[in-house]
């Protein structure tokens, strides 16, 4: 069979996160030659995964600008990618998730008449404002998408409900859990002797629906929790938007048992999971991840497009309002049962092998 030339879109960290099983597969593949195509959307927490999982760029369009809006952003992806796929001219292109980034990657293979695959496709909150954009741009994604790789059941229903074709959907698993797998075993790298015998609870967030008054709530919750329980200790990787960086110094900032960071690459944020007692986050990677690590998961969001943590009972959806945040976490800081309830070590989301179903696939069509 001819070498086939796949490209994979990669805009930002957990793009990269769990896009480097799907490269990583298809550079065993004798007929593929798969080219990494950077939009860099998140260009330092990118570089970071990028060369933690050993992955050159072929072409790195390096897009983000200072304070860019989403109307310029697409369009400067829209005509970037173009360009870039015609400089490629791929046989099919896979993008992972629902940044603004996949969405564009999806619209410019419709217009140029190339297959796209869509990783993790399916998943949703039913409301298109929450999380914004990112629901918006994953259902605009589908409806363009050739290979729908859902990771769960769930997700494959949502893309049936939808009028997706079932040939097209195809239950992978969640290529994030590969990524784990790899990386959890070796993972080091982080200083954590300011939490030495204390319970370390691990914070992110970041999300744009989020910001303002909400994520100033979650802050003051998470602080006066901290000042609750004298036996605990925070870390929180500080996502660099001013939108998220100074509330969290102005509320969280000068605590003792509190850790502010720059975000951390991979390696050393699976070390940090590992070690952690509690997870508290808006992320959705985390929600997949850090169950399968055995860590209870308190999310501040009220909606989740990953249901099947939920549904385990061990994620547990409590939103930005102070007193549901406090009272959620005392509670697993103070009742051993409800912590070994959540703390089970439950993975619904895969077991390591999605990223070569995924090429599997890719592999029977392009030859057919």
Known sequence: MKQQTIVCVVGTRPEAIKM??????????????????????HREMLDQVMRLFDIRADDDLDIMRPNQQLPALTAQLITALDSALGRAEPRAVLAQGDTTTVFCAALACFYRRVPFGHVEAGLRTGDLHYPFPEEGNRVLASRLARWHFAPTESARANLLREGIADNEIYVTGNTVI?????????????????AKGRRLILMTAHRRENFG???????????????????????????????VKQPAERILGGHPR???????????????????????TDSGGVQEEAPALGKPVLV???????????????????????????DEASRLLSDL????AMARGVSPYGDGKAAGRVVATIRSDVSS
């Not at 590969?178 to 300011?194: E, K, N, Q, Y």
């Not at 502010?260 to 508290?280: D, N, R, W």
């Not at 501040?300 to 939103?319: M, W, Y």
């Open 258 to 280: 509190i850790r502010l960071t720059a975000p951390l690459e991979y390696e050393p944020f699976v070390a940090a999971m590992k070690a952690a007692y509690l997870v508290i």
């Open 178 to 194: 590969d990524a784990l797998l790899d990386v959890a075993p070796r993972a080091r790298g982080i200083d954590l002797s300011f």
């Open 20 to 41: 480097a099983p799907v490269i990583r597969a298809l550079r065993n593949e004798t007929w593929a030659r798969p080219y990494v195509l950077l939009t860099a959307q």
């Open 213 to 243: 008054a909400p994520m100033e709530e979650a802050f003051g919750a998470i602080r006066a929790l901290i000042d609750r329980f004298d036996d605990t200790a925070l870390l929180y990787p500080v996502h660099p938007n001013p939108n």
């Open 337 to 340: 049962t409800a912590y070994r």
């Open 300 to 326: 501040l969001r009220n909606e989740t497009e990953r249901p099947e943590a939920v549904d385990a009972g061990v994620v547990k959806l409590v939103g930005t309002d102070r007193v549901r945040i406090l």
